[in-house]
């Protein structure tokens, strides 16, 4: 862990690219660490959630340099490492289980544990919150037994158009990120058993993560749907126009 904090330390102070180049060994001996990590926690999370238990490294690893869609700051670099766990990979849009290492100061957020969904779509957020309003006091259940609280990052300032919610549920409506998260500190994770310790986390959070996948998986269905029907009304237009 302490090549990790060391090298997390440096590029956070020194956010360009001469200094990234110049220590680039002590990021690929920071990566090689947080890889058996991720490697750990696949088979750890696998035990409980089949979805998780073939994923590979690159399915849930992040690249040092920032990709833009990820971008909440003007910072070069991530100052963090971490992995993310969701089903058929990192890219699937689909709920998974976060956590980052971050010593501080950060411009990261700091060390954490995370679930749930960074950044939906606009259809996939307001789906949800459609949901909230047909199902607020379920929702947060779930929520409640995670021992996790609501991402409070980016919030939106105000209610979105069209929505009527309870006022115990306004949080949820002001949400960007379908996120849950537990700031652990820096020393959560020079634990011996942290990853141990993560795992029996996230497995708290489990009900919540298939709650959100079951709201993923009918947003994917419905556009299917809305791309056969596209297609056919094209190839009946197309077979008009002869």
Same mark, same amino acid.
């Given at each position: 862990?302490?090549?990790?904090? =060391?090298?997390?330390?440096?590029?956070? =102070?020194?956010?360009?690219?001469?200094?990234?180049?110049?220590?680039?060994?002590?990021?690929?001996? /920071?990566?090689?660490?947080?890889?058996?990590?991720?490697?750990?926690?696949?088979?750890?999370?696998?035990?409980?959630?089949?979805?998780?238990?073939?994923?590979?490294?690159?399915?849930?690893?992040?690249?040092?340099?920032?990709?833009?869609?990820?971008?909440?700051?003007?910072?070069?670099?991530?100052?963090?490492?971490?992995?993310?766990? /969701? +089903?058929?990979?990192?890219?699937?849009?689909?709920?998974?289980?976060?956590?980052?290492?971050?010593?501080?100061?950060?411009?990261?957020?700091?060390?954490?544990?995370?679930?749930?969904?960074?950044?939906?779509?606009?259809?996939?957020?307001?789906?949800?919150?459609?949901?909230?309003?047909?199902?607020?006091?379920?929702?947060?259940?779930?929520?409640?037994?995670?021992?996790?609280?609501?991402?409070?990052?980016?919030?939106?300032?105000?209610?979105?158009?069209?929505?009527?919610?309870?006022?115990?549920?306004?949080?949820?409506?002001?949400? +960007?990120?379908?996120?849950?998260?537990?700031?652990?500190?820096?020393?959560?994770?020079?634990?011996?058993?942290?990853?141990?310790?993560?795992?029996?986390?996230?497995? +708290?959070?489990?009900?919540?993560?298939?709650?959100?996948? =079951?709201?993923?998986?009918?947003?994917?269905?419905?556009?299917?749907?809305?791309?056969?029907?596209?297609?056919?009304?094209?190839?009946?237009?197309?077979?008009?126009?002869?």
């Amino acid at each position: 862990m302490d090549n990790i904090v =060391t090298f997390l330390q440096g590029i956070h =102070t020194n956010d360009n690219k001469e200094w990234y180049f110049a220590n680039r060994n002590s990021y690929v001996n /920071a990566f090689n660490t947080n890889a058996i990590y991720i490697q750990t926690l696949i088979e750890l999370i696998g035990k409980y959630d089949i979805n998780i238990k073939y994923l590979h490294l690159a399915e849930c690893s992040y690249p040092l340099f920032r990709p833009y869609k990820l971008k909440l700051d003007n910072r070069i670099f991530n100052d963090y490492l971490g992995g993310f766990f /969701a +089903r058929m990979g990192k890219s699937s849009g689909f709920a998974g289980y976060y956590y980052q290492i971050s010593p501080e100061p950060s411009d990261s957020g700091g060390s954490l544990l995370a679930v749930g969904i960074f950044n939906p779509s606009r259809e996939l957020l307001d789906r949800f919150r459609r949901n909230v309003q047909e199902n607020g006091s379920q929702i947060m259940e779930l929520i409640k037994a995670t021992g996790f609280e609501l991402l409070e990052r980016d919030k939106f300032t105000r209610l979105p158009k069209g929505f009527n919610i309870e006022r115990e549920y306004r949080d949820l409506m002001l949400q +960007r990120h379908i996120m849950l998260v537990k700031r652990v500190g820096i020393k959560w994770f020079y634990h011996d058993k942290w990853m141990e310790n993560t795992a029996r986390q996230f497995r +708290r959070c489990k009900p919540f993560i298939d709650y959100l996948n =079951t709201i993923v998986e009918q947003h994917i269905l419905d556009l299917k749907a809305s791309a056969n029907d596209y297609t056919e009304n094209s190839s009946e237009l197309n077979q008009n126009n002869y």
